[in-house]
């Protein structure tokens, strides 16, 4: 990957992998097969358009008692099960929706190994005070129909820590009782698997920053539960047990400092009764330096120290080698076979250490990996070659062959089945957190999006990760804005952070790229958005920090070469271009309220209609395609507003309750008007819409089971094939659908 790290995602901007009874398909770098179809209730067939993974794989639980089954868990896009039959991840989360968006963050799994189909997922994305509390899912069929208890705590699957291991835990003595470590509110138990949930008295105190119990795993017939909130002193224990399941107590012996001031993950060695821990300084997975790896032979209460290689180095470069460690897993079949990973390793580049003698010895499994990205060139991340890995805190292995290692990173699963070759395991699943979409009216690409982490894709084929990767010259690390010349759509531009230039321009319909020859001061720290005119030749840019702050917005008129303040725009005003009149833009002024509009092509500004809905950065103005100063305004719960004078008036539309997002597609057959895709109410819940009649009348395009959490950023319907429609998604990637 670049130099800058990811910066994951935010909605508002923004297992231990036990004795992994599973056999997955030989890995390779074949096409992906197309996704299956699930078809919505409303007549829709809904498909991830393929990017393959893209975000925070956070955990991998394999079931210890089943082969070939397997879950993932991610800190923004929801849980997945692995099927082995199809050779693919199945979402199991979709069905949740707009109020219940704080619910695709995983924090934890847990399955049960004497009941193969119960599987428990504790959700919850942020514990921030405008969060809402998490909860529990449980299943009795493997995911496919889920019963839920609502917590009175929160959970922060998206916060630091998300790496750290599961902390939902079947207890080992009881199927019916379950454990579930919190961050701020100490430890919880259910009796009724995980129906009902009380406190229970634990020996460490939380507080309202911290990390709280990082961990929970079984050995034998004990539970061990990792403490986050430790400074590694010896008064300060960070690992408790209990024997009873009522009485807990810290482990003697247990391993102290800054190397071990966090346990991060557990496995449990059941045929050497080794409890196999790792430790960082802190919870990562960014913020790392210091590490280490120590067992436990829980027969006796000895404690070994089994590190691989202690950070603190000197790098190839004369730097110092800093990072923790994260994952770990043990072979189920072979005593003293295990992984650990390295995590927050970007000097020397991340790795898998494997041992075969109890940590006697390791061998570095990175050093000698041959990668096949192949099916998911966007992992070079614009080099020569990929990364082995980075947030690597999810491992596994597979119990039935000791050549079968899994591990996550920040943007996928690699696997291997010899210790050499590996490629992504991440078919169906996908995580991007997508803030701009462009679906091209000529050309080989149907979409163009946009994506925090990844930047920008050109989609040849919906039903593969793109074969050019991600869009380079430069990389961006997130893209900010997407934007293509109406009346010239093979112009297109582009925004984004970068260490090498924050914008682009591409001439041949976003297949190939050239930085700006200049930028805006402001727009190394601040990218923002960008319009381009109808006809390509002008430029605006609305620059905007990640932290909320505003900056002037600038023009250029020669290509990006040089750039002037537009005074009389206001700071973070929504911009459109008109679609058929290059010398128009217009500017919705979300904090007073007004449309302004320029007929000089963007030299200058004036207000037109005043007194519209204000205060919120997120309202949205699109242009119909084909007409000049046809203008659509989504005012989120205030509804939704038409102006067809250029914004010298607006008035609301009498069949929306709520628009958050609005975009076109091709009209239906025999009709004069595009059809029009909104995500927004029309009765009294958020929906996917179409509308043939100009918003007179309205289809809602997904059901209940296909929701994907918060969906108000971006949608566009396909210029060139009626019906279809692209919807992006904090943390589902983009969803297609087309009527069947």
């Not at 138990?189 to 961990?215: C, E, K, M």
């Amino acid at each position: 990957m670049s130099t800058f790290h990811l910066s994951r995602r935010s909605v508002l901007a923004g297992s231990a992998a036990v004795a992994a009874v599973v056999s997955l398909p030989a890995v390779s770098g074949q096409a992906q097969a197309a996704a299956p179809a699930a078809v919505a209730k409303s007549g829709y067939r809904w498909r991830n358009a393929v990017m393959g993974g893209t975000g925070f794989i956070t955990g991998v639980l394999f079931h210890p008692s089943v082969r070939g089954l397997a879950y993932a868990r991610t800190d923004i896009g929801g849980a997945y099960r692995w099927d082995d039959g199809t050779e693919r991840w199945t979402p199991l989360t979709d069905h949740l929706g707009w109020d219940d968006s704080n619910l695709l963050g995983v924090e934890a799994m847990a399955v049960d190994p004497a009941h193969p189909d119960r599987v428990y997922l504790a959700l919850g994305t942020y514990t921030q005070s405008w969060a809402g509390t998490g909860a529990v899912l449980r299943s009795e069929d493997r995911g496919a129909t889920w019963k839920r208890t609502d917590l009175t705590v929160k959970l922060g699957a998206n916060e630091d820590g998300r790496g750290c291991g599961e902390r939902l835990l079947v207890d080992p003595r009881n199927s019916d009782t379950l454990w579930l470590g919190t961050r701020h509110d100490g430890l919880l138990r259910s009796t009724d698997r995980g129906a009902t949930w009380t406190a229970v008295s634990f020996p460490a105190t939380p507080s309202a920053t911290g990390q709280g119990i990082t961990l929970l795993v079984a050995a034998g017939r004990g539970v061990y539960a990792g403490w986050g909130d430790s400074d590694g002193t010896a008064g300060n224990p960070n690992l408790f047990r209990t024997s009873d399941g009522k009485a807990w107590e810290p482990v003697p012996g247990q391993p102290t400092g800054t190397a071990a001031t966090v346990p991060i993950r557990a496995a449990y060695d059941r045929l050497d009764r080794e409890l196999y821990v790792t430790y960082a300084n802190a919870p990562g997975p960014n913020g790392q330096s210091d590490g280490s790896v120590h067992k436990l032979h829980t027969a006796n209460g000895k404690w070994t120290e089994v590190t691989p290689v202690k950070p603190g180095g000197a790098t190839s470069d004369g730097g110092t080698d800093t990072f923790g460690y994260g994952g770990v897993a043990v072979d189920a079949g072979r005593p003293g076979t295990l992984v650990v990973s390295t995590n927050n390793r970007w000097a020397e580049t991340d790795t898998v250490f494997r041992s075969t003698d109890g940590g006697g010895t390791w061998k570095s499994l990175g050093d000698e990996a041959f990668l096949d990205v192949s099916e998911t060139p966007y992992l070079t991340w614009g080099k020569d070659k990929p990364k082995f890995g980075w947030w690597v805190q999810a491992v596994g292995l597979d119990p039935f062959d000791s050549e079968h290692v899994v591990h996550g990173t920040g943007a996928t699963l690699y696997a291997t089945r010899d210790l050499k070759h590996w490629a992504p395991q991440i078919r169906g699943l996908e995580e991007a957190s997508v803030v701009q979409l462009v679906s091209p009216p000529t050309g080989e690409a149907h979409l163009i999006s946009g994506s925090r982490d990844i930047g920008v894709l050109y989609h040849e084929r919906l039903t593969a990760s793109p074969s050019r990767g991600l869009a380079t010259n430069p990389v961006f690390g997130s893209a900010t804005g997407l934007a293509q010349a109406a009346l010239k759509p093979s112009y297109v531009v582009r925004t984004g952070s970068g260490d090498n230039g924050n914008g682009a321009w591409s001439n041949d319909g976003g297949k190939t790229w050239a930085p700006f020859e200049a930028q805006p001061a402001a727009a190394k720290d601040a990218p923002g958005l960008i319009v381009t005119n109808a006809d390509g030749s002008v430029l605006l840019w609305a620059l905007a920090h990640w932290d909320g702050t505003l900056y002037p917005a600038h023009r250029s008129a020669d290509n990006g070469a040089t750039w002037s303040e537009v005074t009389s725009l206001p700071k973070g005003a929504v911009l459109v271009a008109d679609p058929v009149d290059p010398t128009s833009f217009y500017a919705f002024d979300t904090t007073a309220g007004t449309l302004c509009a320029s007929t000089d092509s963007g030299l200058t500004f004036s207000a037109r209609a005043t007194g519209l809905s204000s205060g919120d950065a997120g309202f949205q103005l699109a242009a119909a395609p084909g007409r000049s100063g046809d203008l659509w305004l989504s005012a989120k719960a205030n509804g939704l507003y038409r102006s067809t004078d250029g914004g010298a008036g607006f008035t609301k539309v009498g069949s929306c309750r709520a628009s958050h997002t609005l975009g076109f597609g091709k009209a239906a057959e025999g009709a004069s008007y595009p059809a029009i895709y909104m995500a927004g109410g029309i009765e009294d819940f958020n929906a996917i819409h179409r509308s043939d009649d100009e918003a007179r009348t309205w289809t809602r395009i997904n059901d209940d089971q296909h929701q994907w959490g918060w969906t108000g950023t971006a949608i566009t319907g396909d210029p060139r094939v009626h019906g279809r429609v692209y919807l992006a998604t904090n943390g589902r990637g983009v969803q297609y659908g087309e009527p069947v």
